[in-house]
């Protein structure tokens, strides 16, 4: 995986097999809370032979050393690198949960570099329990199973949610604590009217964590955009129901003109 250096941290992406092609549309994944690239492992490999893929790795996240941030807007820097560091013009983003926040505040800022977004499971505003950020920093273990028992609908198998806690566990603590604490001081309802690019909302009909309420938000602000919800999932639904978020996301992308990038 590529690392590059981004203000004094790291930030890492994983491409298709097939890497960076000239004339595609790009396609970049950030993801959520504790995660890392391997929760778009699903997406990623069903784009890659049609379009350029980007999985990242936030900093602090997965192979990216270093230490992780506490704001949203911090993290929409190190994405500006990112994209100013690969070889297309515009891209298409897509993030989950914190990932979702991240590139609202980057397209906000940064318009420029924005063809499309998907926006999964997230809001334009993402409190947190006071309960979760010091569960984190005194019960980190409890604390992440009492998350994903309620980040996977009840219809997935327990297998599914044990992977989940097994991906979560693998965070530092003080990581996980600066996602959460970054995604309870995000707010930008009052600005996600002014987002202009053509948009997708998704989220999981059973979604606990960020209830379809707030997508329903998101697509009532954000101009043209539109909403699916998609039943029997939860807050995971990359990984829950990975078929018809593909099948969401390669019809809106379709809608743009292909998988050629403007």
């Given at each position: ?40 492992n699903y997406q ?72 499309a977004l998907v ?144």
């Open positions: 995986m590529p690392i590059l250096q981004s203000s004094g941290k790291q930030i890492g992406y994983l491409t298709g097999s097939g890497g960076i092609r000239k004339g595609l549309r790009t396609l970049v994944f950030v993801h959520g809370s504790g995660g890392d690239h391997l929760l778009w990623r490999r069903f784009f890659e032979n049609s379009h350029n893929v980007v999985a990242v790795d936030l900093p602090g996240h997965g192979e990216a050393g270093s230490d992780g941030e506490d704001s949203i807007g911090a993290y929409a820097g190190h994405l500006l690198n990112l994209v100013r560091a690969l070889p297309g013009d515009v891209y298409c983003l897509i993030g989950h949960s914190l990932g979702g926040a991240i590139i609202q505040e980057f397209t906000l800022l940064h318009p420029q570099y924005v063809e926006l999964v499971g997230t809001g334009a505003r993402l409190r947190v329990l006071p309960e979760i950020l010091e569960g984190i920093q005194q019960k980190f273990e409890e604390t992440v199973r009492s998350i994903c028992d309620y980040a996977f609908s009840k219809k997935a198998s327990r297998d599914m949610i044990e992977k989940g806690i097994e991906t979560m566990l693998q965070a530092r603590p003080g990581v996980l604590y600066g996602d959460f604490a970054a995604c309870d001081r995000f707010d930008i309802m009052d600005q996600v009217g002014t987002i202009r690019v053509p948009t997708l909302v998704v989220c999981g009909g059973d979604d606990m964590l960020t209830p379809p309420k707030y997508s329903q938000f998101l697509a009532e602000k954000i101009t043209g955009a539109r909403l699916e919800i998609i039943d029997g999932a939860g807050h995971m639904v990359m990984i829950e129901k990975p078929g018809e978020l593909n099948s969401s996301v390669i019809e809106f992308l379709q809608s743009l003109g292909g998988n050629m990038r403007k």
